[in-house]
């Protein structure tokens, strides 16, 4: 599995929790209702890391939203909600 979320709620940051056998890339979209494309993620992760914060997600309306986490091997996808 790519990652985990700490929680499938959030305001303005998500939290993923990482394996240890995560690999050094972590790609993420988030998606609204639509699938319209709201905000990407590409970073490389520090092999000792575990845990990873997407910040700067304030600006996005609350809602319903799609998160799809991939790295080299596999893809997953999972329905969050933004709060206030």
Same mark, same amino acid.
């Given at each position: 599995?790519? +990652?985990?979320?700490?929680?499938?709620?959030?305001?303005? %940051?998500?939290?993923?929790?990482?394996?240890? !056998? $995560?690999?050094?890339?972590?790609? +993420?979209?988030?998606? !609204?209702?639509?699938?319209?494309?709201?905000?990407?993620?590409? %970073?490389?992760?520090?092999?000792?890391?575990? %845990?990873?914060?997407?910040?700067?997600?304030? !600006?996005?309306?609350?809602?319903?939203? $799609?998160?799809?986490?991939?790295? !080299?091997?596999?893809?997953?996808?999972?329905?969050?909600?933004?709060?206030?």
């Amino acid at each position: 599995m790519p +990652a985990k979320l700490k929680s499938l709620v959030f305001i303005d %940051t998500l939290i993923f929790e990482l394996e240890d !056998d $995560t690999s050094s890339c972590l790609k +993420a979209v988030l998606k !609204d209702e639509k699938g319209k494309v709201c905000s990407m993620l590409d %970073t490389n992760i520090p092999p000792n890391q575990k %845990t990873y914060y997407w910040k700067g997600l304030n !600006d996005l309306p609350y809602g319903v939203y $799609t998160l799809e986490i991939s790295n !080299d091997k596999e893809e997953l996808r999972m329905r969050l909600v933004k709060r206030i």
